[in-house]
Structure formats: C-alpha cells, structure tokens
C-alpha cells in the first residue's frame, strides 16, 4: 500500500513539473492596467493623464529591444489625422532566462507633466469634441523577434 502511494505522489509530482512554459521565444505583451486621471501640471493646469502598465515576458532574456506604441483613432469620429505611431528604446534591466519585466507607458493631455509623453492637440478641423482612441503595444526583442500586439480598450480622450 505504501508503495502505491509513494508512486502516487511521484507521479503527481512528475506531472506538475511538466506544466508547459509561460515563455516563448517571441516576446509576449499583455496589458496589466490602464489608469486615467486628471491632475495639475506644471504650468499650474489641468492636465489628463493615461498610464498603460505592461508586463513583457521572453524566454531568452533579450527583450530589451524597443517598444513600439501605436495611438489608433476610432472609426467614429473618423479623423484619422491624429493616429500615431512611436518607438522607443525598452527600458535597461537585468538579462535573464524566462524574463519578465513590468513596463510602463505614460501620456497626459491638456499641459506638461514631468515623465510623461505629451499627447498633443487634435489635428482636425472638426469642432473639438472628444474622440476614441485605441493603444497598441508591440515589443521587438534584440533577436528581431516582434511580439504580439496588446490592444487597450477604447478610451475617450478631450479632445
């Protein structure tokens, strides 16, 4: 009988530890958290601010190429004008196998807040209503390997 259970328990064990991986090659990017928030700037006025918290996971421990941010405008209103696309180097941390880090976007509207990107006005004619956007987040390890694209949920800027 204490045979069996000792094989049982073996092979209970043997089975957990064969739990397939979270990492891959390609480095994977999911959306934790988006925040919103109005707060004073530095000029002394309003300003809305937009914090995307990523988490970046790779097996190989090299995601610390670049991230590319894509602001989508929504179909409606279409004013495809004030979409954009950005790249910027990943931010320096420690290599390691089965990586993951937590990354962080930050961008305000409205007036200059210290770390964060600014949004900038709209650049369409129509009056200013606000309008949908989408955010989508790509990472290029330093292999070349491109991650898949995290994609927000619409969010509403002022503008």
């Known amino acids: 009988m204490k045979a069996k259970l000792l094989f049982l328990f073996v092979f209970a064990a043997v089975l957990a530890g ?49 991230i590319i941010i894509d602001k989508l405008d929504a179909p409606l209103p279409a ?15 420690p290599s390691e196998t089965n990586q993951k880090v937590t990354v962080k976007v930050k961008y305000a509207y409205g007036g200059s807040v210290t770390g964060y990107s600014n949004l900038g006005a709209s650049l369409c004619t129509s009056p200013l209503e606000p309008h949908i956007a989408i955010f ?17 949920d619409p969010i509403t800027l002022p503008f």
């Open 136 to 152: 989508r987040f790509r990472v290029v390890d330093k292999g070349g390997d491109t991650s898949n694209a995290a994609q927000s």
């Open 18 to 66: 064969c739990k397939k991986s979270d990492f891959t090659t390609k480095p994977q990017v999911e959306i934790k958290s988006v925040k919103t928030a109005e707060i004073i700037s530095s000029t002394g006025g309003m300003a809305k601010i937009y914090e995307f918290e990523l988490t970046v996971t790779d097996k190989e421990g090299n995601a610390q190429g670049e």
């Open 79 to 93: 004013c495809q004008q004030n979409s954009f696309t950005e790249i910027f180097p990943m931010p320096e941390f």
